[in-house]
């Protein structure tokens, strides 16, 4: 059928949800607590949008309405692995506190201002600039240019 076998590909989603001047990050059950935006993996079956929403709600208890696509990352692993990520721009959806208990996903979740994020042990140094680069303005793609198409399509706005 091909030339050549398809290289194994996988996708993620990580989304920034922003208040006002506030940013919810996630506290991760990992050895070392860090902190982090919520995201994961994509499903079998779901679309990049649903994922974003239904990571958002297990790590964060938190509904979401999303604003835009922030950039899509491509990382090639080896010769035969490749790793997709997409970030969202989201908004709540109301004012749902984020969750405070513990479960399997992660240990909480709360908002931040940007001066707080330095007292943070955050899992990706990328965090803290890409959250400061989206408060002094960083251009955001429409969630439009993210065509969807295929079995679900539940969550697409």
């Not at 692995?81 to 989201?90: D, T």
Request: no cysteine; proline share 9%; net charge negative.
């Amino acid at each position: 059928m091909f030339a050549r076998d398809p290289i194994p590909s996988y996708f993620f989603v990580w989304v920034v949800v922003r208040r006002a001047d506030e940013f919810l990050l996630v506290q991760e059950n990992l050895a070392d607590n860090p902190w982090f935006l919520p995201a994961g993996m994509v499903e079998p079956g779901e679309s990049l949008i649903a994922a974003a929403h239904r990571e958002t709600m297990e790590e964060a208890g938190i509904a979401i309405r999303l604003e835009g696509i922030i950039e899509v990352r491509q990382q090639v692993y080896a010769p035969d692995i490749m790793r997709i990520q997409v970030l969202f721009l989201a908004l709540p959806l109301d004012d749902t506190p984020p969750k405070s208990t513990p479960d399997e996903h992660t240990l909480r979740a709360a908002w931040f201002k940007l001066d707080e994020l330095t007292q943070l042990h955050h899992r990706s140094a990328r965090i803290p600039e890409l959250l400061a680069e989206l408060a002094a303005g960083r251009p955001v793609y429409p969630p439009e240019v993210l065509v969807s198409r295929g079995l679900e399509e539940e969550h697409e706005e």
